[in-house]
């Protein structure tokens, strides 16, 4: 059966944890802090979380690590950071 736009999916704590990238303990962590969507019981010993629900974390976190900072810009002309890359390369010679 294909999927169409309007229908959800159902996902277990691995395919969550895929997801977000992070561990399964994590996302009972982030749950038990209040922080994450919770699972629907489809029996007792079964629970699912709503594909869009999850989604919809996943870019509230985008959302709130994308705010933009002010640019500083560099006093520095590009001569002058390719000068300052670091140490030489090569061994030091003998003095």
Not at 29 to 56: D, Y
Request: one cysteine or more; hydrophobic letters at 40%; glycine letters at 8%.
């Amino acid at each position: 059966m294909n999927a169409s736009v309007g229908e959800e999916r159902l996902l277990r704590a691995a395919d969550v944890a895929a997801v977000v990238g992070v561990s399964r303990a994590y996302i009972y962590h982030l749950m038990k802090q209040g922080t994450f969507p919770r699972p629907i019981a489809l029996s007792r010993n079964c629970a699912r979380w709503v594909h869009s629900e999850v989604q919809t974390w996943v870019h509230e976190r985008i959302g709130t690590a994308r705010v933009k900072a002010p640019i500083v810009s560099s006093s520095l002309t590009s001569s002058e950071m390719g000068q300052r890359r670091g140490r030489p390369r090569g061994r030091p010679s003998a003095a």
